[in-house]
């Protein structure tokens, strides 16, 4: 019912937005001489504001054509390779550029885009031939189509690896610093020759034992039982993926800004004052942040439960029950993946030693095979985008996947 109920105030708030974009042109017109007064700015301000609380956030694109490789700019081309119902996986091809070791990307599915991750995607770059999962919208996806659960998302990047070859690199943010383990050592497990190189755990959920977050707290505490009560929603018409059971993104996204509401309240403040000033720089700052930010996708709810369950309240892939297909995951079947796994000091989502948990669970990979990071003074997506991630943590994992390599 609340996903009708979101669905309806979206419609009923169309014409009020049509209304606002109209005011919105009226007073930024060069033609209007109000445009440039103290009322004009305010009104101006106050419109966009409306018009940009109440808009549904599409899809972003990533929209990289060229990377930096040797100090000078080569064009990228952005090609699909394997299509799946709920992944494409992207190929950022540099033609003119000969042979990098290939990096496949595996990004969240936690509610936000791929593109989450554009300056991930252009640091590494630099560096590496890179790959990423782009996750797809679970409410566009008809019926039709299946399910799609956490054995799902393991057997979709054990098939990407396969595709991709042997040597290749996987780096897990976030979220898929879990499956992505388990792939790796059900691959290991099978000597399957496409198993990576090397693998980059960046502020995962390995272990949540230690030092739990907020986050942590409450999918221990209420259980997936009252997550499917309260947050499992069907996707009503005229979506594609009508009648699905998903968890929905807008659902998502107001436990992420309910986390750092003040941030985000005063963060609005300063875009309106700013669109009053005329200080179009820091604006557009804003308006580029955020409009990827609130662009969310919604989950099926069959892969967000098991996640909550397995990953969240029973703790399975720590204490030895995790199972992929009635198989047995077992990190300490990896010998010869070299690990590197990156924390942040400030992490809200992913506590401290969270994702170095990795490493005891890997036990028969050798101590000159593993590398531990600890980002001082970044939170969590500090942790793979900002200043500090090209400065500090950047370099080091460049390191780190030429020495295993």
Not at 64 to 88: M, R, S
Not at 127 to 144: C, E, G, Q
Not at 327 to 356: C, F, N, Y
């Amino acid at each position: 019912m609340l996903y009708y109920l979101y669905e309806m105030n979206h419609a009923a708030l169309a014409p009020w937005r049509a209304a606002a974009d109209a005011g919105l042109n009226f007073w930024t017109s060069a033609a209007n001489p109000l445009a440039a007064t103290p009322m004009g700015r305010n009104m101006a301000a106050s419109l966009e504001m409306f018009e940009r609380s109440t808009r549904r956030y599409g899809k972003p694109e990533f929209g990289i054509v060229d990377a930096i490789v040797d100090g000078k700019a080569v064009p990228v081309q952005e090609l699909q390779v394997l299509n799946k119902p709920f992944c494409t996986l992207l190929h950022f091809q540099k033609p003119t550029v000969s042979a990098q070791q290939k990096l496949l990307i595996v990004a969240p599915l936690s509610g936000h885009y791929a593109t989450l991750l554009r300056g991930t995607v252009e640091s590494m770059l630099s560096h590496f031939d890179v790959y990423i999962t782009d996750w797809v919208d679970a409410r566009t996806v008809p019926l039709s189509k299946g399910s799609f659960d956490l054995d799902d998302y393991i057997d979709y990047v054990i098939e990407m690896l396969r595709l991709l070859g042997p040597g290749t690199n996987v780096m897990a943010v976030c979220q898929p610093s879990v499956p992505v383990l388990a792939a790796v050592a059900l691959m290991s497990a099978a000597k399957d020759g496409c198993v990576p190189k090397a693998m980059v755990l960046m502020g995962g959920a390995i272990d949540p034992r230690g030092k739990p977050t907020a986050v942590d707290r409450l999918a221990k505490e209420r259980g997936s039982a009252w997550f499917r009560r309260n947050a499992v929603m069907k996707v009503p018409p005229p979506h594609a993926g009508a009648g699905r059971e998903v968890y929905p993104g807008f659902l998502q996204l107001g436990g992420f800004l309910s986390m750092n509401l003040d941030r985000h309240t005063e963060a609005h403040r300063e875009l309106f004052w700013h669109l009053v000033e005329g200080d179009g720089d820091s604006a557009e700052k804003h308006r580029d942040f955020y409009d990827e930010y609130l662009s969310v996708m919604d989950l099926t709810a069959e892969f967000y439960l098991q996640t909550v369950e397995k990953v969240f309240v029973s703790y399975d892939l720590p204490n030895g029950t995790f199972m992929h297909r009635g198989r047995r995951v077992e990190p300490s079947q990896i010998t010869t993946t070299a690990l590197m796994t990156i924390e942040g000091e400030r992490d809200d989502i992913s506590g401290v030693g969270h994702t170095k948990a990795a490493h005891k669970l890997c036990s028969s990979l050798p101590s000159e095979k593993k590398l531990h990071h600890l980002q001082m003074g970044v939170g969590h997506y500090g942790v793979f985008n900002g200043s500090r991630f090209r400065r500090d943590i950047v370099p080091r994992i460049v390191q780190f996947l030429n020495a295993a390599n």
